[in-house]
């Protein structure tokens, strides 16, 4: 975590370094000015004292993030020109090196109703990125058959890691398995979470097939990498716009395979969905991974076919 403690001002980086000491796994670290750090881990809350000690549940006397602090955060993270992360900012957060994600909040400057920029940041939030490599293992040799990849569609509510999932399984299926052989990957990164490209560069191993887009809108960044890169596969996070379920289709006509997550609360909602539903009765896609949360909190998958029958 040298990445996240090196933008830190100097006289911090020991309270930083005491947020992931003791086997802690921050997901993230919220910077407001003039409140306490807070340090959130699956759903508990961390807090720094003045005295160098990081405790759960805020302390007395909090260390109070400051209007200093943050401007030499921010100097450190864009490595003193703030001008070139503008157009990142304008739309909610930029990734530093390491892929880790920073959130922010100030006073928004608009102009015909669009936000054109975002000023006097006073709120950050770190999402410490970490790639879980293997996670999808258990995933990949449901995703193919005889060599033949499927349409697969990975769903889950918020939060629960569908990102994550997505990104190992462009891993494999870029690296090829046992059973599989590499396949060109093209992946449309609207948000910058899958690569977590740092000035173009991917801070997390997609494999060496795998061709990034960073930070483009979808639909064109799908449209733009089948013209460009022939991917065999096209892999894109969070489709739910009409406009990406068109381009989604587009795909599929072009005989690229489709990877890619949706919100979903349960299976059953697909049907609920126009574009969705459209799809099922279509066979448009083969595969659903459905995750969801077990007793114990730990991550399950279950998968399904073309028809919504439970596999496994």
Not at 223 to 247: F, H, I, K, N, T
């Amino acid at each position: 975590m040298e990445e996240i403690i090196s933008v830190f001002p100097a006289a911090l980086r020991g309270l930083c370094r005491k947020s992931f000491a003791g086997g802690r796994e921050p997901e993230e670290i919220r910077l407001r000015v003039g409140q306490p750090v807070m340090i959130l881990e699956k759903g508990a809350e961390w807090y720094w004292g003045r005295n160098g000690e990081v405790v759960q549940g805020r302390p007395r006397d909090s260390y109070l993030w400051s209007e200093s602090d943050m401007k030499e955060a921010l100097a450190r993270m864009s490595q003193y020109s703030m001008y070139a992360l503008e157009e990142e900012i304008r739309n909610g957060f930029f990734t530093v090196q390491g892929g880790h994600r920073v959130g922010v909040a100030g006073k928004a400057v608009c102009g015909q109703g669009k936000v054109t920029a975002i000023r006097s940041l006073c709120s950050l939030n770190i999402r410490v990125a970490r790639q879980k490599k293997g996670c999808a293992s258990g995933v990949v040799p449901w995703l193919h058959q005889g060599g033949e990849l499927y349409n697969t569609l990975i769903l889950s509510p918020p939060g629960i890691g569908k990102t994550t999932m997505l990104r190992d399984c462009i891993r494999l299926l870029s690296e090829g398995t046992k059973e599989l052989k590499g396949r060109k990957v093209g992946v449309v990164d609207e948000r910058s979470e899958i690569a977590a490209s740092y000035f173009g560069v991917p801070q997390n191993d997609l494999g060496c097939r795998t061709d990034v887009l960073d930070a483009c809108p979808k639909v064109e960044g799908m449209r733009l990498l089948v013209r460009s890169m022939s991917p065999q596969v096209l892999a894109v996070d969070e489709l739910g716009s009409r406009e990406d379920c068109q381009a989604v289709e587009e795909v599929i006509h072009c005989g690229c395979r489709i990877l890619g997550t949706m919100h979903v609360g349960k299976v059953e909602e697909l049907r609920e969905k126009i574009y969705l539903s459209q799809w099922l009765k279509r066979g448009f896609f083969d595969r659903f991974v459905f995750l969801g949360l077990g007793a114990e909190g730990k991550r399950e998958f279950s998968i399904y076919d073309g028809g919504l029958q439970k596999l496994c």
